[in-house]
């Protein structure tokens, strides 16, 4: 019997990770629904972004209190990990304290631990004063209501529970707090269980020590359904974001086949097509659904995080317009997701389900409300690039339904005609030179 | 005012030194034609050998582009990829940074490559050279505030070449709040121009005007055409065209050294 703590430790670590790594692979799955695209290039460059961008958090300090703020919580995060470690040895083996024996330089790392626990519990704290009290606008679009809003929330309890067990739990250790080494925190809140006999003080601090490492794997499988995976898919979206500057939008290369057969005079139209080109012809041009976009965009879509940066520098957001770029990406990741249970639920296989990201997501209005400034590129702390997903839907409406806005069918028909927006004469371009 | 063409240098025997881009606004536009000519004085009195395309231009594509018109795009990009090789063309300048996208960034990849360069660009080229110098004080103790252009700013990270040259005016120059990678668009990019907005609560060129005022500014410099479109609307709503100006940086150049 004196092995049950052990095996039933074995038994949730192995639940958990089981649990995670299934829908990891559910994830991939998800993400490989989209269409290829080609970011095998400049392999040294994108290592750098991501050293910048996702590991060093450059972008994430253009705004100082929540890059500050969130710089802590991530390096506490990362950090107090190694205790995982730590606890995750202990629960198998039944030792306590598996590292303690490495000396004096325990105490240090635990030190720093308990600093980090403590200052990640503050951001924590004013992360949701900012949510909930100061209520920041970008936390209270119209988005950003019932399961955003709760997830938000629930991640910001998560950490404070979690940062306060792991506290609890070195000042209910009494050897620990004995020992005097390394308790910077914990023996502040010591003595909150003073005058306790020391058998109770070990249920606490078991009792913690157990709700922390199940709650550390309660979170990890949170993930999934949350917006908090981009603790981990921020690296490879950022490794695989846009390196070509922001103002070049991609070409068509499907289009450029067709046009320049158009323009060869020696094209024969009524030719049959070689064989092979009917399947070769891509679906459809610009994307009315998930499946349309790219991996990247795919990927995009589940890294988004939900801070809200691109629509609070979005210009149309900023006027009263429907487009908020955030949810263009929440929309896209929960179409996704719902055609990945599609999927599930019929043995592999995506049975039309009359919907699509076009229309039952996200409308027209706000596809067109778009002026394509590049705000929310710029703003993303994760490389994000909603405007990509927007380009290619009005891309769909144009060319598939011909449904862009009368004014705009207008303008693309002098262009067609007289090779400028307006109905001017293209002999009378250089006129202004003798006005 | 000397504007040659292409045609007309290939029939010298001669090759000029830049095409200069006038695109579509430019060309047309009554108010984009003043910031077009204000750069072609500029170009005369640095002595700078260039042509336009005149009526071989075509729209660049690049609106069509945004609007989603693919096809549209690629048309009018391999036309004028066409007429740009034929005339072995190098180097383009554009007052219009939505061009000098398009150009810059999406002809290389169907056929088309060439050093493009934004007007702003070009007079800082022609200042560091020696070949322009500058010393007009018209603009002396004015406030001066920029406005940034998304596609030259933020889309190809171009945000010095503007400020330099405006220094040249010696005038007191303003940051908006708002500016280099912040700026806020003035409401025109992504076909906006040519459409009716989605309803809201405000009009962008308002909002982004409110923004230049804040500088408490003589002049709003602009550094494109339909930026210049939406920002004068924008003072007009405010009811201010009386005390403050909508110029291209161009203008201000050319104004400044009474060409």
Redesign the interface.
Known sequence: MQYLPNIIFAILLTVAIGYFAKNVKKLIRNIKLGQDVDVSNNKKERFKNMAMIALGQSKMVKRPIAGILHIIVYVGFIIINIEVLEIIIDGLFGTHRAFSGIGPIYGVLIGIFEILAFLVFVAVVIFWIRRNVMKLSRFWKSEMTTWPKNDGNFILYFEMVLMTLFLVMNATDVSFQNMNNGNVISQFIAPLFSGMPESTLHIIERAAWWLHIAGILIFLNYLYFSKHLHIILAFPNTYYGSL??????N??ES??K???M??DPNADPFAAPPEGAEAAMPAK??ASDVQDLNWVQLLSAYTCTECGRCTS?C??N??????SPRKIMMDTRDRLEEVGKNIDANNGEFKDDGKQLLGDYITN?EL????????C??ECPVSINPLSII?E???????EQSA??V??N???TN??NN????P?N?????????? | MTVKTMAEFMAEGKQPEILFWVGSAGSYDDRAKKITKAFVKILNKANVDFAVLGTEESNTGDVAKRAGNEFLFQMQALMNIEVLNAYEVKKIVTCDPHSYNCLKNEYPSLGGNYNVLHHTQFIQQLIKEGRLTLQGNLYKGKRITFHDPCYLGRANNEFDAPRQVLKNTNAEIIEMKRHKQTALCCGAGGAQMFKEPEKGDKDINVLRTEDALETKPNIIATGCPYCNTMMTDGVKAKEKEAEISVLDIAELIANSEEL
């Not at chain 1, 070509?244 to 939008?249: S, V, Y």
């Not at chain 1, 067109?368 to 705000?375: D, Q, S």
């Not at chain 1, 293209?426 to 006005?435: A, F, G, P």
Request: aromatic share 10%; hydrophobic share 45%.
């Open positions: 070509k500057p922001k103002g070049a939008f070409n068509l289009v450029t067709e046009v320049k158009m323009m041009f610009g520098a210009p149309a900023l006027t009263g317009k429907k487009l209005e067109w409300a778009c002026t394509t400034c590049n705000a590129v710029e380009l839907m009005r891309r769909y409406l144009v060319m862009a806005p004014e705009l207008n303008m693309m262009i067609e090779g400028a927006p307006w001017y293209q002999m009378d371009r250089l006129n202004w030179k003798d006005e």
